[in-house]
């Protein structure tokens, strides 16, 4: 690779990287809501943590929430207890990835 395209490249990569910081979306959680544990889940001792995009309006409220990752049997009460989540209000809709972490009691 030439001197010129390696250049080219750092410059690109720098101003993706700029761009996504730009427009991260910086609204905090104000009322979060814990998920109820599955009761198959607990039986069968299944912890883990459920990866989820949140899409939120500009008052604040969860409008539609997307399914990144996490087990199948946690799935469902993540998402019930994100839908029920407030964030901060701001200036248009916006996306956040959360977590919601499922462990057994001990």
């Known amino acids: 690779m030439t001197k010129n395209r390696l250049f080219r490249l750092l410059v ?6 700029a761009a996504t910081l730009l427009h991260a979306d910086t609204r905090k959680a104000t009322k979060t809501v ?6 198959l889940a607990l039986k069968m001792r299944i912890e883990g ?6 899409s939120i309006n500009d008052d604040g409220t969860v ?3 997307k399914i990144i990752s996490g087990h199948s049997l946690l799935v469902p ?10 964030y901060e ?10 977590s919601v ?6």
Not at 34 to 39: D, R, T, W
């Open 12 to 17: 690109a990569t720098g101003c993706l990287l």
């Open 34 to 39: 814990p998920p109820v544990y599955p009761a």
């Open 49 to 54: 943590t459920v990866k989820l995009e949140a």
């Open 63 to 65: 409008e539609n929430v």
């Open 77 to 86: 009460a993540a998402v019930d207890a994100v839908k029920k989540w407030h």
């Open 89 to 98: 209000s701001g200036s248009g809709k916006s996306t956040q990835v959360v």
């Open 101 to 106: 972490d499922f462990a057994l009691p001990h």
